[in-house]
């Protein structure tokens, strides 16, 4: 019987390896091909194909190499950054990858005004605001200006420390595009009927929505080149379909099988299973605009209802952990020993809290699902269903409601917003603020319409750490706030299961979820 392999699937390869069509299953459809402009993980494995970023991470870890960016520099107190430009790299149109070509993207995400970001034609570039704290002219924007100080050479001047911006602008969603191509197809541009542009190691040639996108070997790619001549990533949203399909040859490897799929991959010798490191988290979001949940104690009445640890053994097959930190086990130095490991179950108890709190009768809530299997949840409607039941226990009647992936993420964040809803995060680098960070503060929390000024000053202060040390101390003070407000209750850290033909070799699958395909190899392939 095939071993799971923990993290990546490693082979020793013959001289030369046979090019062909690679195909992948994905989990659905991206919602852009816009860099910048995504928060989705099918958008950024797409994306990761067609772009490089400023910064890269080494093959199978959280750990920095550069990009397309050769060495980053930061002033004394982390309030500067310089980055020096990779020479002679052109995108796959035939333009310069440059300072210009730098400064024009990461100016078109950060600054509202700019004449290419579309912001009228409903751009909103929400990344930004999670990870880099607003934008230009914001009280709480991380950038202050974007200089270029040379044609290799650009500066990016900050308002505050910040230690982890070369690891942001790292991050799947900040890929490189082409100026020319944005300025050609103006806001068609990352959709369907546009052709994105950059100076990754495939070239796009098509999106058929639904159903396809395929792309090509850039042949003058500046790093490893392709071994395939082709890419085509299929949007197959039914984890069972995907793994029928997986079976049957018609696809070569996928992402996000359900973990109860893991016994029937192993029994196939011509698949193998594949464990991702878990960096992830699914969770619970509560609105603090909801009647109901604006009182504390009825969101620890909830956190305590559900039965976090059944849900988990029931779902995830062995492959899912339940604490009470936001972090995944592998950030576990930054949580705060006077927090429990997990929350506690207690459903009487939780009963008692509504009655104090002056709804003994229980109320009536919306809890929203994702319409697609995601990494920290394979499987949303079910597993709403079983938190549905542990509510329902405690007197709070539960409406499951779902929608179209994209305006499930547009909506969460349009008041009123949901009331609860289910979501959930994989790492895009390896520092806590990336979790925190990402889902609360100024403009990360829209969703739960809560941003304390205490916790939004030790955000800016574990961004500006430097040792291990100092950040330990800043997140065990926010783990602590965070875990008495309740407003987001983690429910998981999975280790997604994936798996992929035997003769497909050399995949490294990425802690961070998606990883560029050039490094595969099809070797045996009919």
């Known amino acids: 019987m095939k071993k799971l392999l923990l993290t990546a699937l490693l082979a020793t390869l013959p001289a030369a390896s046979a090019a062909g069509t690679l195909v992948f299953g994905a989990n659905g459809d991206p919602i ?11 958008s950024i494995l797409v994306q990761r194909q067609i772009y490089d970023t400023l910064v890269d991470f080494k093959d199978g870890t959280t750990d920095l190499k550069p990009g397309l960016a050769t060495s980053w520099k930061a002033n004394a107190n982390n309030t500067s950054w310089t980055f020096t430009l990779r020479r002679n790299v052109k995108f796959t149109d035939g333009t310069p990858m440059n300072a210009d070509a730098i400064v024009f993207n990461l100016t078109r995400w950060w600054d509202k005004a700019h004449p290419y970001g579309f912001r009228d034609q409903g751009r909103t570039y929400e990344i930004v605001g999670d990870l880099l704290g607003g934008y230009k002219g914001d009280a709480s924007a991380v950038i202050k200006d974007v200089v270029k100080v040379n044609d290799t050479t650009v500066r990016v001047d900050l308002n505050k420390p910040s230690s982890v911006l070369p690891n942001v602008l790292a991050a799947g ?37 639904g159903d396809r996108v395929t792309l090509t070997a850039n042949k003058a790619y500046w790093g490893q080149k392709a071994s395939v001549d082709t890419v085509v990533i299929r949007a197959i949203k039914d984890a069972s379909q995907r793994l029928n399909e997986l079976k049957a040859g018609t696809i070569d490897f996928a992402n996000d099988f359900t973990p109860d799929a893991l016994k029937s991959i192993q029994a196939d010798r011509n698949l193998v299973a594949v464990k991702r490191p878990s960096f992830n988290v699914g969770f619970v979001s509560m609105n603090n605009r909801n009647q109901y949940l604006k009182n504390e104690t009825v969101r620890q009445a909830i956190s305590m209802a559900i039965n976090k640890k059944a849900i988990v053994d029931s779902f995830w097959n062995g492959l899912g952990t339940s604490n009470a930190s936001f972090l995944p086990p ?172 035997s003769y497909v070799k050399n995949w490294i699958p990425s802690p961070l979820g998606s990883e560029p395909f050039n490094t595969i190899r099809l070797v045996g392939k009919k």
């Open 173 to 209: 969603y900040f890929g490189i595009a082409s100026p020319t191509a944005i300025r050609k197809d103006g806001a068609k541009y990352g959709t369907p009927a546009s052709s994105p542009v950059g100076t990754g190691p495939f070239i796009f040639q098509s999106w058929r929505t």
């Open 330 to 501: 592998v950030m576990a130095w930054a949580n705060s020993t006077k927090v429990p490991a997990d929350y506690k179950f207690d459903p009487a108890a939780a009963k008692k809290m509504l009655a104090d709190a002056g709804y003994a009768n229980g109320f009536s809530i919306d809890l929203w699902y994702m319409p697609v299997s995601r990494p920290y949840f394979p499987t949303p409607k079910p597993i709403a269903e079983a938190i549905a039941a542990d509510l329902s226990a405690i007197g709070i009647k539960v409406n499951l409601k779902t929608e179209d992936w994209a305006k499930y993420l547009e909506d969460r964040n349009k008041e009123p917003g949901f009331d609860m809803y289910m979501i959930g995060w994989t790492g895009d680098y390896g520092d806590p603020d990336n979790f925190y960070g990402a889902y609360y503060g100024a403009n990360a929390s829209d969703d739960i319409n809560w941003a304390p000024a205490n916790l939004v000053s030790l955000l800016e202060q574990g961004r500006a750490a430097t040792s291990q040390a100092d950040k330990a101390k800043v997140y065990a003070q926010i783990h602590e706030i965070t875990y008495n407000a309740a407003y987001r209750v983690p429910v998981v850290h999975s280790s997604p299961l994936a798996a992929s033909r």
């Open 32 to 42: 852009s091909l816009e860099s910048g402009n995504i928060t989705d993980g099918i």
